[in-house]
């Protein structure tokens, strides 16, 4: 019985023994410093906020490329075993990939982006409109359509949108009817594009009265429609508004089983009482 005790112990110390060197060698394997940076094309100084890095590494057998790594440090410093990798760093609505190859030694990468920036304001009379009243989206050609692709929606006044170097078509949208305008703006590398568009509009408030200037009766369905019979709106209310691109309207009012109509025009940077007599 000692005997065969004393054989399965050295049988364990054996495989223990031709063991310990690989775990040894998988817990030593050296790691190498990779230094990653990014500059705008055209400017030597360093991105500072806003990065996004990916690393992926790069197999040689033909499988899908693996996620290692990210960070969202402008100029992170990872620590990667020796082999290939795909560098991916975002920058708004922009980005860039590179292939590298790390060995023993540590390594810095510059990357360079090619990307511009956006800043976007809109007016009415050349009056600022307020951020919570208007929004912008950015699309890029597509074919002969200049709104082929949306790249961004619902962007507030002021707020620096990072893109691609490139020509945008850009679309203001001014209250939720149809108040819209809208620009081609080219975005050039390392430049902040400031960019106001103008807008042609109005805030119209709607009544039906029994005379001009009386109280507005409640529980009141107006429609605006364009002089060819097209409805823009249906509005349910005492004095209902709604912001109204410059031109001319028919309102029908609908109020206890009879109906009203009058017609009337919009004028640029000009709010108005729109009234219907009760008659």
Do not use: C
Not at 73 to 96: N, R
Not at 111 to 129: E, K, Q
Not at 190 to 217: C, M, P, Q
Request: net charge neutral; hydrophobic share 45%; proline share 5%.
């Amino acid at each position: 019985m000692k005997l065969w005790r004393l054989a399965l112990g050295l049988v364990a110390f054996w495989a223990f023994s031709a063991l310990a060197p690989v775990a040894r060698a998988q817990e030593t394997v050296a790691l190498t410093d990779l230094a990653l940076i990014a500059h705008l094309e055209g400017d030597k100084a360093p991105i500072s906020t806003g990065l996004v890095w990916r690393v992926y590494a790069d197999p040689t057998d033909g499988t899908p490329a693996r996620f290692v790594i990210d960070s969202q440090d402008a100029t992170p410093t990872l620590k990667l075993q020796p082999g290939a990798y795909i560098i991916h760093v975002t920058y708004g609505f922009s980005g860039t990939t590179r292939r590298i190859v790390l060995g023993a030694q540590a390594l810095r990468e510059d990357v360079i982006i090619s990307a511009g920036a956006l800043s976007l304001s809109a007016t009415v009379s050349d009056a600022p409109i307020p951020a919570d009243r208007v929004s912008f989206s950015i699309y890029v050609a597509v074919g002969t359509d200049p709104e082929g692709r949306l790249i961004a929606d619902n962007i507030k006044p002021n707020v620096v949108v990072r893109l691609p170097v490139g020509i945008y078509r850009i679309v203001s949208r001014y209250g939720d009817t149809n108040a819209i305008a809208s620009s081609d703006i080219k975005v050039e590398p390392g430049k902040l594009i400031e960019a106001s568009l103008r807008h042609r509009a109005a805030t119209v408030t709607l009544k039906l009265v029994n005379k001009f200037g009386g109280d507005a009766y409640a529980g009141t369905t107006f429609s605006v429609l364009t002089p060819g019979g097209d409805t823009i709106r249906d509005l349910v209310g005492a004095f209902p508004s709604l912001i109204l691109a410059e031109g001319e309207y028919i309102l029908i009012a609908r109020n206890g089983g009879r109906i009203f109509t009058e017609e009337f025009k919009v004028r640029s940077g000009f709010d108005q009482d729109v009234e219907i007599l009760d008659r």
